[in-house]
């Protein structure tokens, strides 16, 4: 094959195959080679659209379209979360911003999986692991695929870290329209964990005027209690006991 053949079979693997990538979104090398069909062309066909900036790449062996006149991804960062592994999705903190109910957005996504990651950076924004849950109840919300509101509440306050995380869970169920009695239960079933019940019992009912959870989800809350008191934030100042629910918590309410 003549050099001016295969320089002209190089360009038509450009036109042919960047709406296919972009149709996807993310894509590793795989991927590329079962649209090419010929491994010897995928190397020249992401190093020539990442040098016209076609593609970025994300991190190891996954990569982004981007848009050629923002110069950003054309997927958004929750979206990237959700794309990094094949089991992965959005969660924590991050899932209350993919569903609109967090204060504010951070530059750090939240990404549950199996597959072992070290938190690196893409475009700004820390990609961190987080353990993904057993039978995780997850939906898919704006492109991406993100754990239900239910499932981010008892998460989120499983995994909460301090008075200023707490505040933080908080102000997000503060926000948000509802929650399903039974989806939360199920989740709570799922991690069998009597402190966690503990938690959620007293929190949401706190914030019941928020919430509107009957009066069966606190009972149902409290037969799985742990037998044993708590303290909701450890070396915290003003917590009161709260006997109902056995635990040292502070007031989520003025």
Known sequence: MSKKHDGEQKQLFIVEYYDRMRELGCFTLQDVTEMVGERSAVTYLVND?????YIDRIHRNLYTVMDTETEEPVLTRYQIGSRLFSDGYV???SAFEVWGYAPGVRNEVFVATETRFTDFRYNGVFYRRVHPKPKADTVGVGGSLVTSLEQTVVDSLYNFEGEAGLEDVVECIMR????????????LE???????YQKC???LEQL???VKLPSSF???CREHCASTVRYMVKGADGLVYH??????????KD
């Open 49 to 53: 659209y990442q040098r016209k900036g």
């Open 176 to 187: 948000l329209p509802g929650l399903d009695e039974d989806k939360l239960l199920e989740c």
């Open 218 to 220: 606190y009972r149902e």
């Open 91 to 93: 969660a924590l903190r």
């Open 208 to 210: 019941q005027e928020y």
């Open 190 to 196: 799922r991690y069998g964990n009597g402190y966690l």
């Open 201 to 203: 019992g007293y929190v």
């Open 243 to 252: 006997k109902g629910w056995g635990i040292y918590a502070p007031y989520l």
